[in-house]
């Protein structure tokens, strides 16, 4: 009966609230989804690869994670999702400068 009395009471929460609650659902949901889209990748190629498209879920979901961390003031979950955020990015430049030197040799 608690979860269905927290789903009821959240409903009746401010819009303002429920809206700060879905960011941060979609952040959950956006990098959670990285899984599947490594899995779903590496299935098709018939070897485990990281696509380039784990690593911006990653990033968003990362980043919006953080921005409803820090909403919550939720400090150690705020350090959690943005220690990584620089890896994150990071990954993504050296997939492209990568690209770019093949491209060009």
Do not use: C
């Given at each position: 009966?608690?979860?269905?009395?927290h789903?009821?009471?959240?409903?009746l929460?401010?819009?303002?609230d429920?809206?700060w609650?879905?960011f941060g659902?979609?952040?959950?949901?956006?990098?959670?989804?990285?899984?599947?889209?490594q899995?779903?990748?590496?299935?098709?190629?018939g070897?485990?690869?990281?696509?380039?498209?784990?690593w911006?879920?990653?990033?968003?979901?990362?980043?919006?994670?953080?921005?409803?961390?820090?909403?919550?003031?939720?400090?150690?979950l705020?350090l959690q999702?943005?220690?990584?955020?620089p890896?994150?990015?990071?990954?993504?430049?050296m997939?492209?400068?990568?690209r770019?030197?093949?491209?060009?040799?």
């Amino acid at each position: 009966m608690g979860f269905l009395t927290h789903l009821y009471e959240t409903a009746l929460q401010p819009p303002y609230d429920t809206a700060w609650m879905l960011f941060g659902y979609a952040g959950a949901a956006i990098f959670g989804v990285r899984f599947l889209i490594q899995w779903i990748t590496s299935e098709k190629r018939g070897h485990s690869v990281i696509p380039l498209r784990f690593w911006y879920a990653s990033l968003v979901g990362g980043m919006i994670s953080f921005i409803y961390a820090v909403h919550q003031s939720a400090w150690p979950l705020v350090l959690q999702q943005a220690l990584p955020l620089p890896i994150y990015a990071r990954n993504i430049w050296m997939i492209y400068r990568d690209r770019r030197r093949g491209e060009s040799v």
